[in-house]
């Protein structure tokens, strides 16, 4: 791969809330953030990063930022950026069960 071509790679995947990304992976996020904790190394730049089966995550200050290799099906970073929360969906004005 050239240099170029990671950068572009790099460049499309997006970072998300290490919730959103636990609920794709079908846990809770206490589970995910123990799990990259266990896994967590120091970064060249002196950052925190943690893999785990094609999940990068980076530690931005004190919050967990995850996103998926092109292994999970393409772009999952951008769908999970795309979908709204419950709990953005609830202050749009639905009222009521999550159903």
Do not use: C, H, I, Y
Not at 1 to 7: A, E, K
Not at 40 to 51: H, K, L, Q, V
Not at 54 to 71: D, E, I, N, T
Request: glycine share 12%.
């Amino acid at each position: 791969m050239s240099g170029s071509q990671g950068n572009s790679e790099r460049s499309t995947m997006r970072w998300v809330s290490l919730a959103r990304a636990a609920a794709f992976l079908g846990m809770n996020a206490a589970a995910l953030r123990k799990t990259l904790e266990r896994r967590a190394t120091r970064a060249e730049d002196g950052g925190t990063e943690a893999s785990v089966d094609g999940v990068q995550a980076r530690k931005f200050g004190r919050l967990w930022r995850v996103r998926f290799s092109s292994a999970w099906g393409g772009p999952v970073s951008a769908r999970l950026v795309l979908q709204s929360s419950p709990r953005e969906s609830a202050r749009n004005g639905q009222k009521g069960s999550w159903s």
